[in-house]
């Protein structure tokens, strides 16, 4: 399933590596938060939503519409 996070992290160009040092965490962690295997912290998701500047209501719920299916406009 791929998260809002994951999406806007795409969008601006932020990687695992990169998000992992923001954030201070590992690069697995970040992964497995990002492709919503792993449900953050409630300190990591407010980290994650200041960094990738939204709401941290948008990083709890899936993507809807076409970037969804990784369909490019």
């Known amino acids: 399933m791929l998260t809002k ?9 932020l990687g695992c590596k990169v998000l992992a040092r923001m954030l201070g965490i590992s690069e697995t ?13 409630q300190n990591v998701l407010k980290r994650l939503a200041e960094v990738l500047e ?3 209501e948008e990083l709890q719920g899936p993507v809807e519409g076409p970037a969804a299916s990784g369909q490019r406009s």
């Open 5 to 13: 996070g994951r999406l806007k992290a795409l969008q601006c160009g």
């Open 29 to 41: 962690y970040v992964s497995s938060v990002l492709s919503g295997r792993v449900r953050p912290s």
């Open 54 to 56: 939204l709401p941290e």
